[in-house]
């Protein structure tokens, strides 16, 4: 089966506030994006893989991933849009357009550069047993409120049932595909496919798959990789 990964690097990173997109800013001298596609390829099990860049950066983003290009695997760098939806929809059209055999879609922000290839490999395995909607979670460790506009708590979720979604998130890619044409909306890709009512399962996340938002997650980020060779 064909595995390509859809990477939505094309945000302007305005909460990091580091005066340049996010998915080029370096932790350890190594961009942000380069360490998710690196953290992908190393999988083992992703054929290509198709960034949305920031329009302006579109140049700048094809030189630093382009070293990363491998035997059997292929980076595609094109402009996002201007909401993250955008950005995976149309690296989604370029990769049933350009790239032959793509069954199996995962996608993955820039911004969880550390996860580990074994996430990446547990999202490509579930989808290929045959599950069209694959997410990696954590558990929840802060209860949880429901509130209404004004504030006031209106339930409070069993802790046990909730779960924090990671990426990659791993689809069918007719299936994925679908869910974007369908002109739906939702705040990620599981979310949009949930709405036409196909089954999403979970597989375990990890960690270090945490989204890189502020300073202080580039603080841990840092911190995490105190022992790495620049
Ligand atoms: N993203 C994208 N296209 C957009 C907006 C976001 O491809 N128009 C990507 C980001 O590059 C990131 C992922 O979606 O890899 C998750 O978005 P987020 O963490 O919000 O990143 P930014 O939008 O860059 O950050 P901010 O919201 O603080 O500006
Ligand atoms: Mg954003």
Redesign the pocket.
Known sequence: MGVVAL??????????GYGM???LVPVNGVPLLVRAVRGLLDAGCVQHVVI?A?PSDVNTVSTVTAPLAQAGGAVHVLA?????S???RLALEHAVREIPDTTVVLVH????AFTPPTVVKAVVDAVEAGHPAVIPVLPVADTVKLVDGSGRVVATPERSSLRVVQTPQGFDARVLLRAHESGLHATDDAGLVERLGVPVVTVAGHPDAM???TRFDLAVAEALLAGERP
């Not at 990477?7 to 990091?16: D, F, K, N, S, T």
């Not at 922000?109 to 969880?112: Q, S, T, Y």
């Open positions: 990477v939505p690097a094309a945000g302007r990173g305005e909460r990091l997109p996010k998915a949305a920031p996002g849009g201007a909401e993250r955008d950005s995976v922000d820039a911004a969880r989204k890189i938002t």
